[in-house]
């Protein structure tokens, strides 16, 4: 099965790209998602989406479609065609 | 509060045949009092549109001076002004452009120990802050005071903005539990980013406080400029949420 994955503001400049297709072997969660494209974008990806234990950090907002999805939120699986969305918390100034 | 005397009903004619809005509206927007921190990029156009709508009072909150990249984006700031008061300059320009604006010129950011007080002084905020200890202090004495806060925010082309109810939204902390690690003070920016998203913030505080229209109570309006993607997302409440949860492990902190 296949996803979208779209990057905003600060991910989106480490990432290199606005959004990917990725494919996935099976059903998994938004925060099997982030482990995925940070093990495959490299470590400075990494670092911005997964903190020293590799779970995803709580500053970062996830979507599926337009609805917030809790990280640790395990009943929400994301399906063929879904697009998730790695939201970058960004400020004023 | 005084009535809307002739020469304002003349002045903000336009806005009053808006419908659902009309002298009403206009009378609660004169009546009512925004905080605005910071008067940067965000600030700047928040309050130029405030001070063009008729708003009574505005507190204003920024340190500092005026640098030269302050001017790509902080409106209310002026090349012959570099090196004075940002607030004085914003105080300035916006008594040019409306008179009657009471404001209230704070020299310093939103803190910890000040923002009881600044958000105590107002009906509602609207947060323009560049760091996030800001923004929160701001949102945490929103959600204790019962007073709505606009929160706009960008990077790059980029925004994002939403609109906390106490009591009815999803608050800051909500959002983001922690200090961002990976948020950096200084960022690239264009000021038509800054101004398109400091329009809408100031749109959401004459639709709270002039009750007309829907604010984004609970919804992410996300948009990157560079495609002119625009979307809205829809925000989870955190029921252990340490400044608005309802849980018995929030409301032990």
Same mark, same amino acid.
């Given at each position: 099965?296949?996803?979208?994955?779209?990057?905003?503001?600060?991910?989106?400049?480490?990432?290199?790209? =606005?959004?990917?297709?990725?494919?996935?072997?099976?059903?998994?969660?938004?925060?099997?998602?982030?482990?995925?494209?940070?093990?495959?974008?490299?470590?400075?990806? =990494?670092?911005?989406?997964?903190?020293?234990?590799?779970?995803?950090?709580?500053?970062?907002?996830?979507?599926?479609?337009?609805?917030?999805?809790?990280?640790?939120?395990?009943?929400?699986?994301?399906?063929?065609?879904?697009?998730?969305?790695?939201?970058?918390?960004?400020?004023?100034? | 509060?005084?009535?809307?005397?002739?020469?304002?009903?003349?002045?903000?004619?336009?806005?009053?045949?808006?419908?659902?809005?009309?002298?009403?509206?206009?009378?609660?927007?004169?009546? *009512?009092?925004?905080?605005?921190?910071?008067?940067?990029?965000?600030?700047?156009?928040?309050?130029?549109?405030?001070?063009?709508?008729?708003?009574?009072?505005?507190?204003? =909150?920024?340190?500092?001076?005026?640098?030269?990249?302050?001017?790509?984006?902080?409106?209310?700031?002026?090349?012959?002004?570099?090196?004075?008061?940002?607030?004085?300059?914003?105080?300035?320009?916006?008594?040019?452009?409306?008179?009657?604006?009471?404001?209230? *010129?704070?020299?310093?950011?939103?803190?910890?120990?000040?923002?009881?007080?600044?958000?105590?002084?107002? @009906?509602?905020?609207?947060?323009?802050?560049?760091?996030?200890?800001?923004?929160?202090?701001?949102?945490?004495?929103?959600?204790?005071?019962?007073?709505?806060?606009?929160?706009? *925010?960008?990077?790059?082309?980029?925004?994002?903005?939403?609109?906390?109810?106490?009591?009815?939204?999803?608050?800051?902390?909500?959002?983001?539990?922690?200090?961002?690690?990976?948020?950096?003070?200084?960022?690239?920016?264009?000021?038509?980013?800054?101004?398109?998203?400091?329009?809408?913030?100031?749109?959401?505080?004459?639709?709270?406080?002039?009750?007309?229209?829907?604010?984004?109570?609970?919804?992410?309006?996300?948009?990157?400029?560079? @495609?002119?993607?625009?979307?809205?997302?829809?925000?989870?409440?955190?029921?252990?949420?340490?400044?608005?949860?309802?849980?018995?492990?929030?409301?032990?902190?």
């Amino acid at each position: 099965m296949q996803v979208t994955v779209e990057y905003t503001a600060q991910i989106k400049s480490i990432a290199g790209l =606005a959004r990917e297709v990725i494919k996935l072997d099976g059903p998994c969660t938004v925060a099997d998602i982030a482990r995925q494209v940070a093990s495959a974008r490299g470590e400075d990806l =990494a670092g911005i989406l997964l903190d020293e234990n590799g779970q995803p950090r709580p500053s970062i907002l996830v979507f599926r479609g337009e609805d917030q999805v809790r990280w640790d939120d395990t009943s929400t699986v994301v399906s063929d065609g879904d697009t998730i969305t790695l939201l970058s918390p960004v400020s004023g100034g | 509060m005084a009535p809307l005397t002739d020469h304002e009903k003349a002045v903000y004619e336009w806005q009053i045949w808006v419908p659902g809005f009309g002298e009403a509206g206009q009378q609660a927007l004169k009546d *009512a009092s925004v905080l605005v921190s910071r008067v940067g990029g965000l600030g700047s156009v928040v309050a130029y549109e405030l001070a063009a709508a008729g708003i009574g009072r505005l507190v204003l =909150a920024h340190a500092g001076d005026i640098k030269p990249s302050d001017l790509n984006r902080q409106l209310l700031m002026t090349h012959d002004g570099l090196g004075s008061s940002r607030v004085e300059s914003a105080q300035r320009r916006l008594k040019e452009l409306n008179p009657r604006l009471e404001i209230v *010129a704070v020299p310093e950011n939103v803190t910890e120990e000040n923002a009881a007080k600044l958000v105590g002084e107002v @009906d509602l905020v609207v947060d323009c802050a560049p760091l996030f200890p800001e923004r929160f202090a701001m949102n945490r004495q929103c959600i204790q005071q019962g007073k709505p806060l606009v929160d706009c *925010a960008m990077y790059d082309c980029e925004f994002q903005i939403t609109t906390i109810l106490p009591g009815q939204t999803p608050c800051l902390e909500c959002l983001f539990p922690e200090d961002p690690p990976a948020w950096r003070r200084e960022f690239p920016v264009f000021g038509a980013v800054s101004g398109t998203v400091a329009c809408l913030g100031a749109m959401e505080a004459i639709k709270v406080l002039g009750d007309v229209g829907e604010p984004l109570a609970g919804t992410l309006l996300t948009c990157d400029l560079r @495609d002119m993607t625009f979307q809205r997302r829809r925000l989870l409440k955190r029921e252990d949420c340490p400044v608005c949860g309802t849980s018995t492990e929030a409301l032990s902190k």
